[in-house]
């Protein structure tokens, strides 16, 4: 029994956040009657006529600042929230169990009030909206609020040349959405002005198609502020806009601003020359021009999708990207955080850049790879991958191509992989070795299989012991085949045993580190600076891990990886392959080699040698 205290804040009502005292083998039925004692607001009412939500969002709990009155003033911040059954034990992992941090200045839970506690609408006023000669009536309140009026005028008369690794700065004391917690900066992704491209013409097809798209990726890649970057756009162009989040709409237009309900300026959203920007949120059926941006979530975006909808994809950072942003808006978080930072969740920059401090929010990724199932990896998808738990954004990426298409899913990091392999090795190891031995039949799963047969081979290479090879020669004796003489050939039948030592792992982030290892350490490169091989060894071993059955190694870099070996006389490149592919291993590699290689490494004869590490590990 543990005794934990959660703070709830009340939907609808401000200033309405309390600690409640409760021990997690308790049930949320008890937490509701806890909940309803507690809170002088709440006594009048029936513990059944309260409902309690999971105060979550992308994984982090809602934080408990100036911008909470906002959010809970609308039921529609629980959209994607997940609501707290009645029956289920606190202790639950999913609420608040065991290695879920509870973390400080947040909020736990949020109570939906009954509906007679809801205060009476305000008085509407009329206002008639000449760009699109619709007239509207809007709360007066919500009319022209002088810092939202700020943001509009200051986006369309901002002259900043919207190019990549820009910056867009708004005047000061002017704010995105006029809200002082957006910040007042936006940074312009590489992808940015190519992706607003495609979006335009995508939204001006032919007239009798429905104008509307959806833009799908990770969470925390920007593409809140792509949506941003989007208002920025039609600004400039004088376009009427009707923007949404989970919270509210917002109505540009002309000399015009207001704010509103979800459920309000609809008849905006009728006329085909309007613009609907949507944040996180399914749209409504309209004949605007509509952008949807969101996370994968099912619920928003799959029923939105049907029929005729453009579906693009942002890519998750580079790392040059991350590092100019930091220049330019986190200059005072150490580089060397941001780098490892960068090295575990991979391109993602709300974790790499603005939680990069942050223990609690760094914390998710170990309770993602903690949680993992081989099942869930291999069932993720466009249309699944969406649930907003930890696993979906911190442990898979989208790899997207040019044309912002979607390639494929891979691990966020070589940091991911490796974790993900332990523990799915700890819960069930015939499973992961059955996985990584037959899936190279299911080319949907080639990403995956590639990453986790790579950290399987650098543990078995480490540990030691015999494998496999065949040593890749120009024209060996007994090889039967035609072709030009000149042609490198490989004896497919001819191989031999090779002993490697054990040796200790290490990652290397620093030439002096190799400069410094003996023989006895197995060398693997913590950045990907380093593309010619996988791994190292002394005196004189190379490893380069594929699962391809020809593979053009990376020679760029080759020469100054001999150099840190102490360029030896007679280095050793293995090819380290599985055995559905050792057989049949690039019978082509060594002409390519010798064409590309002698400007290269002039005087030095690289042996080359394709090696079979089994999907099984050795008993130690």
Known sequence: MVQIT????????????????????????????????????????????????????????????????????????????ERMRVSHPLGDPNLFGPGVSLGEGVVHVLVVLPSVLRKPP????????KYCGVTLEVIEKMLNPPLLVDFWNALRTDTTEIAENAMIALPEGTFILGKPSLGSRIYIRHCYPRLWHVCWHALHRAEDEKSRLVILGNPGIGKTYFGY???????????????????????????????????????????????????????????????LIT??????????????????????WTKEEIFTCRELMYPHTPVTVVEECYRRWGGIARYVLRHAEDPQQQGLLSEAIARVQLKAILGASVESCGDEGVLSHALIHFRVDCEFSKECFAFASKYVTDGVYATLYKRNKKELMKF???????????????????????????????????????????????????????????????????????????VSQVAHADPSIYLQPASSNITSVDAMAKPNELFQVTCASMYPCERKGLREVLHLLGDPATPRLYFVVPPNVFNGFDSNQCAIWRNKMEKVCQNVEVQRYVLEVRCARKKK
């Open 295 to 316: 996370s994968p979530r099912r619920d928003v975006w799959c029923h939105f999708s049907d029929g005729n909808c453009a579906t693009l994809f942002m890519p998750v």
């Open 122 to 129: 305000s008085k509407p006023v009329a206002v008639l909206l």
């Open 436 to 510: 990584l031995g037959t899936s190279h039949r299911l080319r949907n799963h080639a990403a995956y299989r590639e990453a986790l047969f790579e950290t399987h081979v650098h543990i078995e290479l480490s540990q030691g012991g015999n494998f496999r090879a065949r040593r890749l020669t120009e024209g060996p004796k007994g090889y039967a085949g035609g072709g030009n003489q000149n042609e490198s050939k490989v004896d497919f039948k001819a191989w031999d045993i090779v002993k490697l030592r054990p040796r200790s792992s290490l990652l290397f982030r620093r």
């Open 229 to 291: 970057l989007v208002l920025l756009y039609l600004a400039h162009r004088r376009a009427t806009v009707v923007y949404e989040n989970a919270t509210k709409r917002f109505l540009f237009c002309g000399e015009v601003v207001a704010i509103g309900s979800r459920t309000d300026f609809d008849r905006v959203l009728d006329q085909s020359e309007a613009f609907y920007v949507v944040d996180g949120v399914e749209p409504s059926s309209c004949e605007a021009k509509t952008i």
């Open 6 to 81: 959660l703070f709830c804040a009340i939907v609808g009502a401000r200033e309405s956040v309390f600690p409640v005292d409760i021990d997690t083998d308790e049930i949320v039925g008890h937490l509701k009657t806890e909940i309803r004692d507690k809170s002088a607001v709440l006594k009048q009412h029936a513990v059944i006529d309260l409902h309690l939500f999971l105060a979550k969002r992308d994984g982090a709990w809602l934080p408990d600042n100036s911008d909470l009155d906002d959010v809970v003033q609308t039921k529609g911040c629980l959209d994607y929230m």
